[in-house]
Nanobody
Framework: VQLQAFGGGMVQAGGSLRLSCAAS????????VGWFRRPPGKEREFVAA???????YYADSVKGRFTVSRDNSKSTGDLQMSSLKPEDTAVYHC?????????????????WGQGTLVTVSS
């Protein structure tokens, strides 16, 4: 599965951005879609995921500020980010896998896409 994330950019603290992920698979609706990020100089971390039936999972650091969604008709996943903070600065990647819960709990995914940079200035 090929994945491409886009929509990143630079925004001031408190602002919003919407990331999108396009997947090149006809089996998209049977997959969980997740978002991970790698802040500068830090390890990769889980951000959010949505299961094939729509169940959602979030990292505590983004809960209440980020919303993950999907559109099976377009094979896309979105991450709406609001109330952005400087610590949200990172390269954001989308991923697909068999379980959204596994993405959150164990960081497990089957395919990983090229990232998009989000920079939040204070």
């Amino acid at each position: 599965v090929q994945l491409q994330a886009f929509g990143g950019g630079m925004v001031q603290a408190g602002g919003s951005l919407r990331l999108s992920c396009a997947a090149s698979t006809r089996f998209f609706k049977g997959l969980a879609v997740g978002w991970f990020r790698r802040p500068p100089g830090k390890e990769r971390e889980f951000v959010a995921a949505i299961g094939r039936l729509g169940g959602t999972y979030y990292a505590d650091s983004v809960k209440g500020r980020f919303t993950v969604s999907r559109d099976n008709s377009k094979s896309t996943g979105d991450l709406q980010m609001s109330s952005l903070k400087p610590e949200d600065t990172a390269v954001y990647h989308c991923a697909v896998g068999s379980s959204a819960q596994d993405m959150k709990t164990n960081g497990i995914f089957s395919s990983w896409g090229q990232g998009t940079l989000v920079t939040v200035s204070s």
